[in-house]
Nanobody
Framework: QVQLVESGGGLVQPGGSLRLSCVASGFTFSSAAMRWYRQAPGKERELVAHITTAGGRTTYVDSMKGRFTISRDNAKSTTYLQMNSLKPEDTAVYYC???????????WGQGTQVTVSS
């Protein structure tokens, strides 16, 4: 059974930090690129960050560059999203995504709520 389980969300004040984790099971974690998405109320889900299978390359949406860092530990089948200098507009449900083009693979976690508010 495939699972992606996110954790680490919560309520944080503006300027604060959170570290999200996503633990994968049920598939070969090291064969999949990992992504973090987020969805704010009333908005479409958007890509936040992407990391390649071995972690050698990362990409970010412009508004997150310099504030967010995606990483992975293939030995622990876990990917992380370190979020610093959080802003109220970062408030959203954050989702972990596993993706591979061939053979086709795509899985989603259930999401973790991040709320940035004073």
């Amino acid at each position: 059974q495939v699972q992606l389980v996110e954790s680490g969300g919560g309520l944080v004040q503006p300027g604060g930090s959170l570290r999200l984790s996503c633990v994968a099971s049920g598939f070969t974690f090291s064969s999949a690129a990992m992504r973090w998405y987020r969805q704010a109320p009333g908005k479409e889900r958007e890509l936040v960050a992407h990391i390649t299978t071995a972690g050698g390359r990362t990409t970010y949406v412009d508004s997150m560059k310099g504030r967010f860092t995606i990483s992975r530990d293939n030995a622990k089948s876990t990917t992380y999203l370190q979020m610093n200098s959080l802003k109220p507009e970062d408030t959203a449900v954050y989702y972990c995504n596993a993706f591979r083009t061939f053979p086709k693979l795509e899985y989603w976690g259930q999401g973790t709520q991040v709320t940035v508010s004073s």
